[in-house]
T-cell receptor, first 112, second 117 residues
Framework: DAKTTQPNSMESNEEEPVHLPCNHS???????IHWYRQLPSQGPEYVIH???SNVNNRMASLAIAEDRKSSTLILHRATLRDAAVYYC?????????????FGTGTRLQVTL | GAVVSQHPSRVICKSGTSVKIECRSLDFQATTMFWYRQFPKQSLMLMAT?????????EQGVEKDKFLINHASLTLSTLTVTSAHPEDSSFYIC?????????????FGEGSWLTVV
């Protein structure tokens, strides 16, 4: 599986936008970019995913570089409830299982 | 999004006994479920892929005779930790693949804390 690189941690003030970067220089043409987040003592929560075009949903936006070697998860207005570990994961839809392999993620701290 | 539920959320068992954790897809059918283990301050580690009606596929280094997986129906997969030891204490998380018009997305359960004493 192609790997992703994320900063270990980031901080943000509440009500401000947050840009969480992810590098995936070895991404293949069949890899989708998925983002999940995990709050303390909970299972991961799906945030967003995309292939080539930027994507928006009620939780966040995903900006994908033209060469697809990096992407950025954008939280438009961070709240204290957004404090979590954010995982950027490449998921290929080839093969039988299309499983998710987690890296170390970015721990986001949100302060007042 | 689709809902995946685990039970129990917390369990304490004695060393040497077996414990079963259930994973259910509540509002959809899941032919494929995944089991993960997470130790404190660490990331999720995939243990196995559970396929309805067939044998599970285990990741390298995971003992299939110790971590028994059964996926007997389209909405239920179970993980049984056999002859549990304190080092098996961990957060166990399942996930299920949900198919919709846009393809498929994987949703996770709430996780189950296992403490072996």
């Amino acid at each position: 599986d192609a790997k992703t690189t994320q900063p270990n941690s980031m901080e943000s003030n509440e009500e401000e936008p947050v840009h969480l970067p992810c590098n995936h220089s070895t991404i293949s043409g069949t890899d989708y970019i998925h983002w999940y987040r995990q709050l303390p003592s909970q299972g991961p929560e799906y945030v967003i995913h995309g292939l080539t075009s930027n994507v928006n949903n009620r939780m966040a936006s995903l900006a994908i570089a033209e060469d697809r070697k990096s992407s950025t998860l954008i939280l438009h207005r961070a709240t204290l409830r957004d404090a979590a570990v954010y995982y950027c994961i490449l998921r290929s839809l080839t093969g039988t299982a299309s499983k998710l392999t987690f890296g170390t993620g970015t721990r986001l701290q949100v302060t007042l | 999004g689709a809902v995946v539920s685990q039970h129990p959320s917390r369990v304490i068992c004695k060393s040497g006994t077996s414990v079963k954790i259930e994973c259910r897809s509540l509002d959809f059918q899941a032919t494929t479920m995944f089991w993960y283990r997470q130790f404190p301050k660490q990331s999720l580690m995939l243990m196995a892929t559970s396929n309805e009606g067939s044998k599970a596929t285990y990741e390298q280094g995971v003992e299939k005779d110790k971590f028994l997986i059964n996926h007997a129906s389209l909405t239920l997969s179970t993980l049984t930790v056999t002859s549990a030891h304190p080092e098996d204490s961990s957060f166990y998380i399942c996930s299920a693949r949900f198919w919709d018009r846009g393809g498929n997305t994987i949703y996770f359960g709430e996780g189950s804390w296992l403490t072996v004493v």
